[in-house]
């Protein structure tokens, strides 16, 4: 500790930027248009990241359906003004960068093109852990000459690390399989930001004497850890970390930039980062923010959920089930929910609460309490439980399993193998579903993740139909003319008073 403090040997911590993705991600659901990150871009990277996160996760979704940009044209544009700095993006193993196994056609096509403009670093992940899930992926990135981060979903099933599924052996036993999948990096993924920091310092030194390859934490500041988690990792020898710029940061984002590099300053892990011009960086981002305003969310006082200390549920899941029971017009029973979302779970398997099995769990655990146990099924529900995403950490539940399968098209009896291997190859169909709105591979990608979205971001594309106003970007002078007439309706009602 006091080599740390006093210098020591030089280590200075590696940090990988997340603004342009997972921070208004997870603030703004996903909101940030390109043309509010190309004034910075070239100071982003001067700064010295080990990488930019740029695209994956809900990005691709986002910008086709909402903003209707082309979510390749994105890293292309990106790519003209970073140039020294690799893009880094998350992709969810098989599901790519959508909320199902896709056939392995799409998948290989995916990756390569995903390299061609630009992708440097995948960080790959399934929500079931089950590595079967990486292969075609992985063989695709790897051909192409890039860098693979394979990622381990952290999960609890108690307060802290350890139980029978969730424990120091199974991390080992993870990063081992990992590194010898030929893993260049292994990154911790806690989405759900319930890392402990004494529990992530154990396995930070566990895994450092177990793998030789860099190791890379991933959380989330939702539950108020975020910042202690990531000292503690520092001192114990983590290699790289993940941020953002301070306007992007905290509450369900990851930890902020600068106050990081200000504690680390004169240590032996002083990244060595020029503190004024990420502050230079963070006060152009206070200046596009207000665009994105009415995404953030303001239905509490506090930037943190101490709830998620004891529920678990991520930030992103929460907010899903607060919407089903408000269409419901039953939010008074949110803590029924809760209750049942750790039965549920375990009677599908324990799987980690992150992309899709957050909403797959979330959704049936809704259902179980409005509608009665498993009384209502959802067609995802059923294809865990057959195996069509995967082995989950834990059996499934042997009654649930013959609740949820009676009847179902498939078949009663689970798959146990690769689950793309039951998959037919889906390349063909999209180019029917598309036609002569498909002009190139990057179009049939879109169409093939997203068969009714993408068709319709392909008509917009193509000038055949006129973007409607919800996907035209919102300007500063529209905020003005909004809080000019905010402001004037404030004063009309306090005249009214007076």
């Known amino acids: 500790m006091d ?21 208004h991600q997870s603030l703004l659901a996903t909101r940030m248009r390109t043309e509010d990150m190309l004034p910075i871009a070239e100071k982003m990277d001067s700064v ?3 990488a930019m996160e740029v695209w994956g996760g809900a990005t691709f ?16 544009v990106l790519k003209q003004h970073i140039k020294k700095t690799p893009f880094s993006m998350l992709l969810r193993g098989q599901n790519l960068v959508g909320y199902r196994n896709y056939a392995d056609d799409v998948a290989r096509l995916f990756v390569d093109k995903a390299c061609e403009v630009g992708i440097d670093i ?26 693979f981060q394979g990622t381990i979903c952290y999960s609890l099933t108690e307060r802290r690390m350890g139980g029978e599924v969730f424990n120091l052996e199974y991390y080992r036993t993870k990063a081992k399989e990992l590194e010898d999948m030929g893993a260049d990096t292994l990154c911790l993924k806690d989405m759900a930001g319930i890392m402990a920091p004494f529990d992530i310092a154990k396995i930070v030194k566990t895994l450092k004497q177990e793998i030789t390859i860099p190791i890379h934490l991933h959380t989330h500041y ?9 000292l503690e990792a520092i001192k114990t020898g983590v290699d790289i970390v993940d941020t953002c710029l301070a306007p992007f940061a905290l509450r369900t984002s990851q930890p902020a930039v600068e106050p990081l590099v200000a504690t680390l300053y004169g240590t032996s892990r002083d990244p060595g980062f020029d503190l004024n011009l990420l502050l230079e960086l963070g006060d152009y981002i206070e200046t596009v923010a207000p665009k994105y305003r009415d995404y953030l ?15 678990q549920v991520p930030g992103g ?29 375990r009677e599908l ?7 899709p099995t957050s909403q797959i769990v979330g959704v049936q655990a809704v259902l179980n309490v409005l509608f009665g146990r498993y009384k209502m099924v959802t067609n995802e529900v059923k294809d865990l439980v057959f195996g069509l995403y995967g082995k989950t950490p834990t059996p499934v539940d042997p009654e649930v399993q013959k609740k949820v399968l009676k009847g179902y098209k498939r078949g009663e009896t689970p798959v146990t193998g690769r689950a793309a291997d039951y998959l037919e190859p889906e390349l063909d169909k999209a180019r029917e579903k598309g036609g002569d709105l498909i002009k190139d591979d990057y179009d049939l990608i879109i169409v093939a993740l997203y068969p009714t979205t993408g068709v319709q971001f392909l008509k917009w594309k193509y000038g055949v139909e006129e973007k409607p106003p919800e996907v035209k970007p919102k300007t500063l002078e529209d905020i003005r003319r909004e809080d000019e007439a905010m402001a004037a309706a404030i004063e009309k009602v306090c005249q009214t008073i007076q």
């Open 222 to 230: 939702t539950s108020g850890m975020a910042s202690m988690i990531y």
């Open 297 to 311: 969310a303001k239905h509490k006082m506090s930037v943190i959920d101490t709830g998620v200390l004891v529920h």
């Open 317 to 345: 899941m929460l907010s899903n089930l607060v919407n089903q029971l408000k269409e419901a017009k039953a939010l008074e029973r949110l803590p029924e929910v809760f209750k049942e979302v750790a039965v549920t779970r």
């Open 61 to 76: 979704d986002s910008m086709h359906r909402f903003l209707a940009e082309d979510p390749f044209e994105r890293v292309r």
């Open 349 to 355: 398997g324990t799987p980690p609460l992150v992309t």
């Open 3 to 23: 080599e740390f403090l006093e210098g020591g040997e030089k280590n200075p911590i590696k940090i990988q930027d997340n603004t342009f993705r997972d921070g």
């Open 48 to 50: 010295g990241f080990w």
């Open 122 to 147: 995948f960080r790959v992940f399934d929500a079931l852990n089950d590595f079967r899930n990486f292969q075609t992926v992985v063989e695709r990135i790897k051909a192409n000459g890039k860098h």
